[in-house]
């Protein structure tokens, strides 16, 4: 892992989403993190993996809606 660990704030710039939804994902367990004491931490090159499953799957959604 070549870059720092991300915090809340930096997912949340990342995906153009609130502090509170990274964290509530997080919790769930539908976004990778690491628990480092107390604190969240993300890996950055996750968290992209992580959007760019995302993109696929709106992508996905995307052809099925238009063709039915």
């Known amino acids: 892992m070549n870059e720092q660990l991300w915090d809340a704030n930096d997912v949340a710039n990342f995906l153009k989403v609130s502090r509170s939804w990274v964290y509530q994902k997080a919790e ?5 993190h690491l628990k480092v004491g107390g604190l969240l931490r993300f890996d950055p090159e996750e968290i ?9 799957e709106l992508s996905r959604v995307a052809r099925i809606t238009s063709n039915g």
């Open 28 to 32: 769930a367990g539908l976004l990778p």
């Open 48 to 56: 992209r993996a992580y959007a760019r499953s995302l993109m696929r």
